[in-house]
């Protein structure tokens, strides 16, 4: 028998995030495997985008450990983020390009050569669903478009890892499905998701296991139907009810 | 984390540098008027205006003396305002940097390739500057032409104190007082439109220290004469000297504010 050792993708250990005094990531401890779509729920303030902007490369952590395809983050940062794809937060396409050329300037700093761009562009243009609007500048798309533009950016290198931090905020329900359809083909092609989301129907949706995060810390772990299961009062619960029962209902911000 | 740690840089990051260029290719004609217009204003108002009440200043006529300085400031006001209220709305309003270092460049390339932009924009002010002095007949050729590959490098320093403003401004109206402190006491007082022996001699020393384009002005005035002294390598120095010191200085500020 072969026995093929397989590294997970991210994997954390007592990850821990200070911002001055204040602590935003609370000694945290996950692993994320090959394939899987992962979630990270919790309300505002939750630690959710610190957590994201670590495994990204792009802040540094305070302590602990966390290594993303065994490279550690603070020694492997360019190898690491040639394998990820980011749909951030906060909308960043670049106002001064339209679309066709966000994407094309984009494959550039993936080293990209330009026949092999323009090739996965259009493939990735109607993946979206955006060819039509090409040639448009960004400031003229709207919510969902902005989104669904991001989402094709971070497929540009092909990524083996894709990181989507709140990918459906802002949007209306059609908006959305329409993502969420994006996001199944992804995860039915075997590229590794871990998404973050504050919206449950998301998460129990596309989560094949998801952690339940607050005040920096993971509370729970599991995979939607089970946490369900273990936490609900009533036959008819759903994730929310469980979030709820978890998070308490104090209000964050 | 220290300030003057050298930054660990690969040939990305001309990959900002090209975007930069793609934006500014997109509206060139606006971009060109500027530096076409200006210099004419200014040799008319100054040069030609002022200039009739001038005989001879320092052993040549003063649209003669005022060109270079016409040259250096366009240098100076090129890259530092590129790297100044253009980088703070890269950055801070289109967050084109936070996109750029989700990808393999790190934010020290990122850095590095807009200080390269804002010389290479110095470098090509500089050139059409230089063509409309040149059509006035102000200029001494070939070595004028030295200028040229000149403004790549002293505009690379306006681009690294621009930086250094926009890595510590708390916003971006805070740009202001570099600008009425700092450029605008510059354009005036580093022999550009008298020369530097008028004013007193603690201040004549005090602008060859810090001010920057003093030393611009001496070389550039130098070229377009074809005059030249062993104490243009002094100015050469202070200014290689300095930008050295500004750009890893720079980088560091800029990281520290953006890596949190
Ligand atoms: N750059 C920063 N400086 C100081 N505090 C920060 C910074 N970024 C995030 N925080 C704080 O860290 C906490 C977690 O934020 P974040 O990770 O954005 O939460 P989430 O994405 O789950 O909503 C919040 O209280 C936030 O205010
Ligand atoms: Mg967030």
């Known amino acids: ?253 | 984390m220290t300030h003057f740690a050298f930054p660990r840089l690969s040939n990305r990051v001309w990959k900002v540098w090209h975007r930069n260029k793609d934006v500014f290719m997109k509206t060139y004609k606006v971009n060109f008027l500027p530096p076409l217009l200006e210099p004419i204003l200014y040799l008319f108002a100054l040069g030609f205006g002022v200039g009739s009440f001038i005989d001879v200043i320092e052993g040549m006529s003063y649209p003669q003396f005022i060109a270079p300085a016409l040259i250096s400031i366009s240098i100076m006001n090129s890259a530092f305002f590129e790297c100044t209220y253009g980088s703070y709305v890269r950055m801070y309003y289109q967050k084109t940097f936070d996109a750029i270092i989700a990808t393999p460049l790190s934010i020290e390339e990122v850095i590095t390739g807009e200080l390269l932009w804002g010389a290479t924009r110095s470098l090509i002010y500089a050139t059409i500057v230089l063509m409309v002095i040149a059509a006035f007949g102000l200029i001494e050729l070939p070595s004028g032409l030295l200028i040229i590959p000149f403004s790549f490098i002293a505009g690379f320093l306006f681009a690294t104190i621009g930086m250094c403003f926009t890595a510590i401004s708390p916003n971006i109206n805070a740009l202001s007082y570099p600008t009425f402190l700092f450029i605008t006491p510059m354009f005036l007082f580093s022999g550009t439109f008298f020369p530097l022996s008028l004013l007193p001699e603690p201040i004549q020393y005090f602008a060859l220290a810090v001010l920057p384009l003093t030393h611009v002005v001496s070389i550039v005035r130098a070229l377009t004469l074809a005059n030249f002294s062993v104490v243009l390598l002094v100015s050469f120095a202070w200014i290689v000297l300095v930008s050295l010191v500004l750009f890893v200085l720079s980088v560091n500020l800029m990281k520290r504010r953006l890596m949190v």
């Open chain 1, 1 to 253: 028998m072969v026995v093929t050792v397989t590294v997970p993708v991210i994997e954390a250990e007592d990850l821990k995030k200070q911002f001055g005094e204040f602590v935003a990531v609370d000694s945290v401890s996950f692993t994320v495997e090959e394939g899987e779509v992962f979630g990270f729920l919790g309300p505002n303030g939750a630690g959710k985008t610190t957590t994201m902007k670590m495994i990204q490369c792009v802040s540094p952590k305070t302590g602990g450990k966390l290594e993303v395809f065994g490279m550690g983050v603070s020694t492997h940062q360019c190898e690491i983020k040639k394998l990820l794809g980011v749909v951030p937060q906060e909308n960043n396409l670049d106002p001064d390009f339209t679309v066709y050329d966000n994407l094309m300037v984009y494959s550039r700093y993936f080293d990209i050569h330009r026949a092999r761009a323009e090739r996965v562009i259009e493939e990735l243009l109607d993946f979206v669903q955006l060819r039509e609007k090409k040639d448009t500048l960004i400031e003229q798309l709207s919510g969902g478009m902005k989104r669904r533009l991001i989402l094709a950016r971070a497929l540009i290198n092909t990524p083996r890892l894709l990181i989507l931090d709140e990918p459906t905020i802002g949007l209306d329900p059609q908006a959305r499905h329409l993502i969420w359809d994006k996001l199944k083909s992804l995860q039915s092609q075997g590229i590794t998701i871990v998404l973050t989301t504050h919206y449950l129907e998301e998460a129990a949706r596309l989560c094949d296991r998801l952690v339940i995060m607050d005040y920096g810390k993971i509370i729970v772990e599991g995979k939607p139907d089970e946490l369900i299961k273990e936490y609900a009062e009533t036959q008819s619960a759903t994730l929310e009810d469980v979030f709820l029962k978890l998070t308490g209902k104090k209000l964050r911000e």
